[in-house]
């Protein structure tokens, strides 16, 4: 079993930055395939990044502006994002399996509880 607890969303301006974090307890983040998705109000969870033994694919909206990394050594995963913008006010979540980068939530086995980012334009 994996838990994931994600921190550091928050209320920002548009063209602002924000850096999430995602900490692991149970297993080694190493041995996964990690992720991010987010849900806007009234919307779908949808796929953000993923890293999969080491390359990273992104969503075409945060293509250049958000950057996933992971640190082993302290087990977290990282969603560095900017020059964000009103669309990217959503609830947002770390995952975690063995399936890949998938950009289906039903492929990601252990889920963080989100943290809400809000851009203000």
């Known amino acids: 079993q994996v838990q994931l607890v994600e921190s550091g969303g928050g209320l920002v301006q548009a063209g602002g930055s924000l850096r999430l974090s995602c900490v692991a307890s149970?297993?080694?983040?190493?041995?996964?395939?990690v992720g991010w998705f987010r849900q806007a109000p009234g919307k779908e969870r949808e796929f953000v990044a993923a890293?999969?033994?080491?390359?990273?694919y992104y969503t075409d909206a945060v293509k250049g502006r958000f950057i996933i990394t992971r640190d082993n050594a302290k087990n977290t995963l990282y969603l560095q994002m900017g020059s964000l913008g009103p669309e990217d006010t959503a609830v947002y979540s770390c995952?975690?399996?063995?399936?890949?980068?998938?950009?289906?939530?039903?492929?990601?086995?252990?889920w963080g509880q989100g943290t809400r980012v809000t851009v203000s334009s």
């Open positions: 995952a975690a399996g063995t399936r890949g980068a998938s950009f289906l939530t039903s492929d990601w086995s252990y």
């Open positions: 149970g297993r080694t983040l190493r041995d996964y395939d």
């Open positions: 890293d999969s033994w080491g390359t990273t």
